[in-house]
């Protein structure tokens, strides 16, 4: 019975994942769809085939079922930023038409649908391996639903349709400080088999001895970053890395990817409209920008051990599975996540949401970059159907980030979840915050 409910619940898992990627194609006009709004990725029509070419790759040969358009299947395949700064160069007219494409989708969710059903849960290992990839298929196409809102975020705004309303949220003033986290264990990752789906990032379980440390109550404002850029911190070699300080004067980048400046304001580009900047939403920058911030207020930014610490983290020394305690994150008291909000919120407007310690708005209402470069844990083991998904980005260029934002899927605010970026990488929902020792 609890293999059957298992499967039930995956069934109706990606149907809601579908819908949740169906209306973001929906708020684009059908004019707009060979758009590129980020240089350095795929036109939007590539993103439309992927989703169902993943999970079609992934699922075909163990649900027994053969390709229709091996072309296609290759076209669609991979969907990942280009390596060594290169830029691609397709045309529209590479493409096929968007008809096409409706068609090659429709086909591959009949086929897969006939199949995920009547193959129904399975049993032993046949089943669990089938519950695995049914997890990878819904948890990536989430992930797309994230990040190809951070694209159409850079989509003209005259260029999406049936924009939705937008509710702004209003708090208390920030009072900004720190707070005291004692010398503790953060355990990192998840057993292995323990009964839960993870990403092959997440294994092992390891645990780290974090020294005391102070940390931003906060993530860091709009208000808080505007003093640093209002103090030179652009244009101080002494605050930025050397990687960061080249990109910065190669790209001549001199605020946020998110402000805009018009009649001698800032101003803020939403996903549907330009507003004067909210000073006190979270700041939203790469993580050169963040550490160059953290550098010039004469701290640090956190540890992916130390951010751990500070979410998870009691003062009995027991950790809880998300900051508040265990309650599954469905009150949108908790946070902003779960793609309930377009926008970010200011960085109080949670305080349901505070771990144990004191910090606040750690899940939702933007990613946090931390110090840690992405690598694997201790007994890391690549998943045999999709080797590269970790390993091709143990490279040391990419670092790792936690938290979630407006648009994260409810089921990758588990404790043990990890994402990852380049540092120079402008268009995430990324915010921080800093530590001291």
Known sequence: MLATEKHTE????????????????????PDSLYERPIPERHRIV????????????????????????????????????PVDGGLPSDQPSDWPSIDEV??????????????????????????????????????????????????????PLERKANPPSVLRSHTAPVAPG?????????????????????????????A??????????????????????DSGGYEERAFWTDPGWSWRTEHNVTHPG?????????????????????????VYVSHAEANAYARWAGKALPTEAQWHRTAYGTPRGKERPYPWGS??????????????????????????????????????????WTATVFEPFPGFEPFPFYPGYSANFFDGQHYVMKGGSPRTAACMLRRSFRNWFQPHYPYVYAGFRCASN
């Not at 990192?188 to 993870?198: A, E, Q, T, Y």
């Open 10 to 29: 995956l069934r109706s898992r990606l149907n809601g994942a579908r819908t949740e990627t169906d209306k973001l194609f929906g708020l684009v006009r």
């Open 46 to 81: 590539f993103y439309l085939g992927h989703l169902e070419a993943f999970d079609w790759n992934l699922l075909r040969e163990p649900m027994g079922l053969q390709a229709f358009d091996p072309g296609f299947d290759r076209l669609f395949a991979f969907g990942i930023d």
């Open 102 to 155: 409706r068609g090659y989708n429709q086909q591959i969710r009949r086929a897969l649908d006939h199949a995920i059903e009547s193959a129904g849960p399975g049993r032993g290992h046949e089943g669990e391996n089938r519950r695995v990839l049914l997890n990878v298929a819904i948890e990536h196409r989430l992930m797309h639903a994230e990040t190809l809102a951070y694209m159409l975020h850079q989509l």
């Open 178 to 206: 720190m707070v005291e986290i004692p010398a503790g264990a953060a355990t990192l990752g998840i057993p292995r088999d323990n009964g839960h789906f993870g990403w092959d990032n997440e294994f092992e379980e390891n």
């Open 208 to 229: 780290v001895d974090v020294p005391a440390f102070a940390i931003d109550r906060y993530k860091v404002s709009n208000r808080e970053f505007l003093r640093f850029m």
């Open 258 to 282: 998110f402000w805009l400046r018009a009649d001698g304001r800032w101003r803020l580009r939403t996903m549907f409209a330009e507003i004067e900047l909210p000073l006190d939403w979270p």
């Open 327 to 368: 309650k599954a994150p469905q009150a949108p008291s908790y946070g902003n996540f779960d793609f309930r909000s377009w926008d970010p919120a200011c960085v109080n407007a949670f305080p349901e949401g505070r771990s144990a310690f004191g910090a606040e708005d750690l899940l939702g209402n933007g990613w946090e």
